[in-house]
């Protein structure tokens, strides 16, 4: 069966509805069920709702809510309704078939009361997972408002409330004698509604017109004159069939399944069906539907010859419609569906148009010839100097031999003897008179050749030795002779026999024999060398070295490397192995045997302390190196049992050193001249013998030395110093001589005082000081300062006061400050203001800290009273009633009690006058 393509299509008995912009809505429900059920079962109802999926999409409820107010359903988690469906939500009581049990769901809330609808007033509220209103019905009054509180059940928790004026219900019409029967809408998903009763209640079934359009054929490709039925399909609930059929000889049915519709013009034709019903019409078209090929036999043509040979070709050609099948040997040739077919190989060729019909033309024999590919050969394609080759190809009709591409005239035969070097082919021709040529094939024609030997003539070797002979020339394969016995086959042979030697070289397989070469050997000469006296001796020495032998000449050699003598005897004073190269006539050669030459090392003697020595002291030590043991001289004398290598110098002079090594050499002597000097004299004087703490000593030597040195780095000649303690100077004379002083420095610490650093007065009794030290103490002589004992004194001051306390201890002072913070009671009165509103000193405010008691008054001249205040933290701002005084000067009165209360002032009131400046 073939399927074009399907279309759903939605029609609600052609009515104009509005729907909410949702998907699933309610679609059928059974109130009041008439049945043994109703009011004791559990749950005690029969009744069920169905809802319908109005989209070509699946819709998934999962989490939705049905509620009526009685009873909330929560959709367990994957509850799916497929596109335009029903789904069904009751119980075993329902007696209908049901998607949901929402008595044994445990989705409910309410298990025994769910489903039960009263035929008076009720509603149903569907909402979605969000709380959002899918669909909502009512009949009669209902039962408003109602609250949702829907459980869980692993879904977001949904509360919310409905009103009757919430305008979200759709109102259906039930009457109170309608058990048993169930309201639906018209069509599925329309907004019209109606009672249905006994045998038209179907629960999850179509209402209405709904579904798709779908049919099927017998055969949907035909030949002209056969006839084919077609097959219903669809899932639309209409009653009313209307068929077209194009190109047919019946242009139309209303049969549900039309047979005998017969077809006799070629080519493809358009099929529709409609299905009406009381809800609507639903139209579906298959373009192409119908393929209809012809039945008579096309005419093929040939546009050339049918016979040709290979890399030819023919076209064949028909006139008639297609479609068109190309074949070959009775099989169909892959796309090859024009109407035309370029032929290039053998074959017999009918075309087929229609699908099977008997449409198949005459055959049409075609013949290729195939192309002739000669191939050559020979025995072998190189030609030797004097030699011929013959060239050989198949046997054909004709042949024509080439050389580089030009025919060779009079080579037309099927063998070609040939002795030049070049390209050689063939062109021959078949029986069918289809021509080929031949691959070339190069034949090399090798020229005379004489290889030779290389070194070249006759050559003489050492006994022993060897020489390698080449061949002057590159050559394919080599074969060397040694008196005409093969001994190699290299390129090079290395020849260590004597004889005649002979090289047959190869050029693809063409040979020649070079000329000979004699090779002789050569013995080599017999001798040795030999010591004319001892080969150790310290260094200066020397020793003869004599060759003996039969040789003609000779080469030195010492440590394996040629010196320029070449007599039979040489001088030997250089140390290391000597020995002799022996040589023929030839330049056969022979090493003697080697002796060893050993020069000792002569020490060399040094006195580490230099050629001159000068001592500020009369006694030195003098430290020779180099030796083993040591010779030692005073002013040219042997001084007898000095052989260590240090000697102790009292006395000025000449002295001399020469070292003997372990070998016995004995170095040149090594000289010094020693001097004795006095040494500086240096005495430290000091500014004070003590000093106290924070003070400093100056320490000082003469300034008449080439360089001072402290023991505390400094390098003047004199330094000051405040800590305790030895100190060392150095000083050196243009001699370099030096000496050493030292003097005891002594630094007295400063006497301690322990004393408070700040004491509190309360400006009656004054404040207790108590001081101690290891020194003796002296109190400031203040007049507010009252010595009570060497550590005690009282000091009372008016206000806040420094004084001082002093220690002696060994003539060291300290000097202590003691600050008394007085807490008394104080005023501060200023004597004018600027009341100008500019932020400084605008008021004739009294500063008062820690009063008991205070009453300012302010007048004029004239005595009236211009400001009064008993807090010290009021001001005045120069103004009475509302308006400001002029400037000049005002009195006042002050009355103030400290916290003791007695009278700050002398008398209990003041008096003073304020300045106003503006």
Known sequence: MVRRFLVLLLLFCGLQFSLLAQCVIINEIVIDAAGTCDGSCAPETEEWVELYNTCNTPVDISCFVLFDGDFSLRFPAGTTIPANSHFVIGSINSGVPINLDWANCSCTTNNSEVGIFTNDTEQLVLLNNNAIVQDAILWGAGQLPVSVNSPAAGCNPINTSFNAGSGIFELIAIDAGDNGCSYARACDGSSDWEMRCTTEITAGATNGLVGFVDFDVSDATVCAGDCVSFSNLSTAQGNIYSWTFEGATIASSSLENPTGICYTTPGTFDVSLTISGTCGAITETFPDFISVSPSAPPIVNAAGLTTFCEGQFVNLLTGAAGPYQWFVDGSPIPFANDFNLLVISSGSYTLEIGSGCGAISVPMEVVVTSTPLPTISAIDFVVCDGETETLSTEVFTSYQWLLEGVPISGANGLDLVV????????????????????SEVFVEAVDAFVPQI?????????????????????????????????????????????????????????????????????????????????????????????ANGNHTSLQWLLNGTPIESVSNTIVANV??????????????????????????????????????????????????????????????????????????????????VVAVGSNGCTSSPFMTEINFLDAPVVDITASEDTVCVGEAIVLQVPAIYESTLWSTGETLNLIYV??????????????????????????????????????????????????????????????????????MAIANPARNATFTITAVLNDCITIVPVRVNVECSTIFIPNSFTPDNDGVNDFFSIIANDILSYELIIFNRFGEVLFRSTNPDEGWDGGIDGYYVPDGVYNYSLQALDKYGNPIFDNPVTYGTVTIIR
């Open 454 to 546: 290389l070194p070249v003539g006759n050559q003489i070797i050492c006994e022993g030795t060897s020489i390698a002979l080449s061949a002057s020339e590159v050559y394919d394969g080599y074969q060397w002779l040694l008196n005409g016995t093969v001994v190699g086959s290299d390129p090079t042979f290395v020849a260590s026999d004597a004889g005649n030697y002979t090289l047959e070289a190869n050029i693809l397989g063409c040979l020649s024999t070079s000329n000979a070469t004699t090779i002789s050997i050569e013995l080599a000469p017999v001798g040795s060398i030999n010591a004319l006296g001892s080969t150790t001796f310290c260094e200066g020495g020397l020793v003869n070295l004599q």
């Open 575 to 656: 140390e290391g192995n000597y020995e002799a190269v022996l040589l023929s006539p030839n330049n056969c050669e022979t090493i003697t045997n080697s002796i060893p030459v050993d020069i000792l090392v002569v020490p060399s003697s040094q006195i580490l302390q230099g050629s001159s020595i000068v001592s500020c002291i009369p006694e030195v030590s003098i430290d020779a190196t180099g030796g083993n043991t040591y010779i030692w001289q005073f002013n040219g004398a042997t001084i007898p049992g000095q052989i260590q290598s240090t000697l102790n110098v009292t006395l000025e002079g000449t002295y001399s």
């Open 722 to 791: 405040e800590e305790s303690g030895e100190y060392f100077v150095t000083v050196r004379d243009e001699n370099n001589c030096e000496t050493t002083d030292s003097i005891e420095v002594v630094v007295s610490p400063l006497p301690f005082i322990d004393v408070p650093a700040v004491v509190q007065s309360d400006c009656v009794q004054g404040a207790v000081v108590e001081a101690f030290s290891d020194g003796f103490i002296a109190w400031s002589l203040d007049n507010y300062i009252e010595v009570v004992s060497p550590n």
């Open 419 to 438: 002795q030049n070097t070049g390209n050689y082919s063939v062109e021959v021709t078949n029986n069918g008179g289809c021509s080929g040529i031949s």
